[in-house]
């Protein structure tokens, strides 16, 4: 790497060093921002035009095949948002009311709420600190202690039924390892890489190595569609029947109402998948412009004391979503008063999320250890990340 022309050191200069950077003049930085143009504004007018906004159109499929050639995956499945993805993917890949889903302690809450919302329990374990993702050695001792053989939870009675890793701010996760454990037991994993479009590990894209992964594609992700999500699988049939389920489980007919099971109104939109075929179009552009943002933030603070930038892959294997630095030292206090520092600045920073078992509504639900997953929430700071900024630096 070049020898950067400035290196920021003290780690209480960032926020003024961020606004000077970022904010010349003084308006308040987010940490993500979508980015429309043109191209999202044709495509809105088209599809208005057209009067296919709602359920039928032909935007849905045409964005479907985009995303499955851009992922490699075989099937593609777009739906409302990646928490409705999240629960019906886990439900075709077997989760049933009652039955245990292992999930790393440390997530946005979307991933233990898709698991309640099926009638599932959430089943933290501990995330790994290179990472941040789930730590596929703590996944294998848990289950050898609590389940055994024959994946019963002796503690609860219940079926440990599936696997969900998720990949932070866009880098992918050890799905490989996690993969192989989930093999050992005969568990199928569903890989939550709403983060994570354009990221790969080995040349393979995250959400491919489990039975299903599932996109998002909200406000905040790398593109947008409003709201949105997508299943990607190799697997037609799993596909096929998410696509059913998700449309009210109607059977084909040009008039009856046959419905064979009790459905989900989860598909997307036309409209919806009309602005985000405009965003495909950009996509490159975007991963492009979040890896040079990322290279710069990690060149520019590679001699910051007390903290390092959070680069765990290459930039050519994740998406750079979301940029962080790590405290050296796991402590609250001195995070919030960066935090504090930095929204004073008109820097919109956030730390990573709280701990998943200790949020309320998930209290009481089994829960390994978790020394990493506390570390890690009290020494992560996310840092503006929106594409547009990579304009801003050399
Ligand atoms: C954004 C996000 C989700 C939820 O996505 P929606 O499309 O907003 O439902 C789930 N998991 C993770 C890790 C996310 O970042």
Redesign the pocket.
């Known amino acids: 790497m070049a020898i950067p022309s400035r290196w920021l050191e003290k780690l209480d200069e960032l926020p003024s060093w961020l606004a000077a950077q970022f904010a010349p003049a003084g308006a308040p930085v987010g940490l993500h921002e979508p980015e429309l143009g043109s191209l999202e504004e044709e495509a809105l007018v088209a599809c208005v035009r057209s009067g296919f906004v709602s359920s039928v159109g032909p935007a849905v499929r045409e964005f479907e095949q985009r995303l499955a050639a851009f992922t490699g995956a075989g099937e593609a499945v777009a739906v409302v948002?990646?928490?409705?993805?999240?629960q019906v993917a886990l439900r075709l890949c077997g989760v049933r009311p009652g039955d245990e889903v292992i999930v790393p302690a440390v997530?946005?809450i979307?991933?233990a709420n898709?698991i309640v919302h099926l009638g599932a329990v959430p089943h933290f374990v501990d995330i790994e600190p290179d990472y941040l993702g789930l730590d596929p050695e703590a996944v294998r001792r848990r289950l050898k202690v609590v389940a055994g053989g024959d994946l019963v939870n002796r503690h609860t009675g219940a079926r440990i039924a599936a696997i969900l890793p998720?990949?932070?701010f866009g880098h992918a996760c050890r799905i490989e390892e996690i993969c192989a454990v989930a093999e050992e037991f005969g568990l199928p994993v569903v890989e939550?890489a709403?983060?994570s479009l354009g990221s790969h590990v080995a040349d393979r894209h995250t959400g491919r190595f489990g039975r299903a992964g599932?996109l998002?594609?909200?406000g905040?992700?790398i593109i947008t569609t409003g709201?949105?999500?997508a299943i990607i699988t190799d697997d037609l049939t799993l596909a096929n029947h998410a696509r059913h389920l998700t449309s009210q489980a109607k059977c084909p007919h040009p008039w009856e109402f046959e419905h064979d099971e009790a459905g989900f109104n989860f598909r997307m939109p036309n409209v919806n998948a009309a602005l985000g075929l405009a965003q495909m179009e950009r996509l490159p552009e975007l991963l492009r412009r979040k890896r040079r943002l990322a290279a710069w933030y990690a060149s520019s603070l590679s001699h910051l004391e007390g903290a390092r930038f959070f680069l765990p892959r290459t930039v050519e294997e994740s998406n750079c979503w979301l940029n962080a630095i790590s405290l050296d030292l796991p402590d609250k206090g001195v995070r919030d008063a960066l935090l504090g520092a930095l929204h004073g600045a008109g820097v919109l920073a956030r730390p990573l999320w709280n701990l998943l078992p200790a949020q309320k509504p998930f209290r009481g639900f089994p829960a390994a250890d978790v020394p990493m997953a506390r570390a890690a929430c009290a020494r992560f700071v996310n840092l503006p990340s929106s594409a547009r900024l990579a304009d801003f630096v050399s």
Do not use: I, M, R
């Open positions: 948002n990646a928490t409705a993805g999240l997530s946005f979307a991933s898709a998720v990949h932070v939550d709403a983060e599932v998002s594609f909200n905040n992700k709201g949105g999500g």
